[in-house]
């Protein structure tokens, strides 16, 4: 990989009344200003340092060189601690450390190859499914969620209940979306707590604590090679099937499901829009698929070898990147280039501001699978994160991504509803302003 020309900083500010645009779609936010304030900059609040990165070299600073200094921001996952409790994805320091090695064991490169089988079976039976809908106009995020609440059930916790999936899916959306908008301003969590608006949220709590118990009952026992994620979390426990089990199970499955449906869902969902747009591309997706699968249907094994597929998936993830921003607080004063941030800083790191960033990508705004033809520069590319707290799941969604793109042209053609253009906004994943409405086609 090709390494950044360290550069010096002059850190700029944007003035007080931006601070509300900020907050409302903090990604695009970022991305418009790069131009004005350069790609580190701080945007202004009294009594708050609150600093905006999409520069790769300060995010390799910040997420890698000198991770132990930062903590996962108060903006979101430790709004999501204070409802849930303990979890992968709520956890710091080493009782995180603990968990991510336990769990790392279930999500390895070379672990999760073993799902492939199982989760290309479950792509190919929703796409069956969806066949039904032919001629009609779909909401294709919406599917996509619903599909990938079945994968991850299986491919982790080794459950199948396909009739609770789009249940499961609207419930975890809507709890992200009550966990962001608590987090957005420091007096909420109290406004949220003595209003109700949190209560509301506790039958959904409930909900995947009997989610929990019934996998615990029904799932299916794995053997050999095939250890998942549920057979790890019971081992280590003492107490399954205790209440504290049960209670610990379902904050792994808020986590796992929310950081692991609605981001793959919207990814492919600007993928499909994407494609949609630019038809040649999907020319050359679809002539590729055919050259690796002879008009076969796509096989988990055909997964190394979809390498246009490979490429369309990652620059969606670029353009669109759905973990839009990544947030940390400072726990003491650092120092980058000349600049200070401070103990208790926050900083908003934006994979979809960096994606878009022409010091690292040329035509930033265009849609050219072809690019990753070449090695992006380092940390210009992190769809995934970067550092310790990188994605767990990441073996595992891109050949969901592909597996389930390549299948998906290669049984449907489509098109867009209408000609307004969908505007991203930073809720917890980059989702559109209005749902992505496609006509189905099948192909064969
Ligand atoms: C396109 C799909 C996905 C994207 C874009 C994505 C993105 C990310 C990013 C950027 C982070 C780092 C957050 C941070 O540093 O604060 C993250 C963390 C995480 N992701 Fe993913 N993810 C995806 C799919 C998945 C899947 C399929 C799973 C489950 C198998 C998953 C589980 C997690 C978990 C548990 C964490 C927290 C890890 C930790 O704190 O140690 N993600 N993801």
Redesign the pocket.
Known sequence: MRVAEPTSYNIRSTPYYLFPAFIKNTAVFISEKMDTYGDFFEVKLPGREILAVANADVLQHI?VRNETNYI?SRYY?QQLKAIIGNA??TLEGDE?LLM?KLHAKA?GNAKTTTYLFNINADIHNYLHQWKAYKNSTVDIIALFAEMNVAI?LQA?FGYENKAICATIASLVGAGQKHILWRSKYPWRPFLSNFSGKDRKYDSSLIFFENLAIDILKNRTNSTGDIEKLIDILIEKSNHAGSVSFIKELRSELI??LG??TE??AV?LGWIIYLLAKNRDKLDCLRADILKVTGGNPVGADHLSDLVYADYVVKEG?RLY???HT??RDALEDDYINGITIHKGASVFIS?YALHRNPAYWRAPLDFIPERFEAAPVKYSY????A????????Y??TP??VLTLASFVQQFDFELEDDEVPLPESGSTLKPHKPILITLKTLN
């Open positions: 997420l996962k996952w992968l994805g995180w991510r999500l991850l982790l986590v796992y950081a692991g981001t793959a990814g993830l990147s759905p973990s990544i947030a994979s992190i769809p995934f994160g550092g310790r707290h990188t994605c767990i799941g990441r595992l969604a969901m991504l």
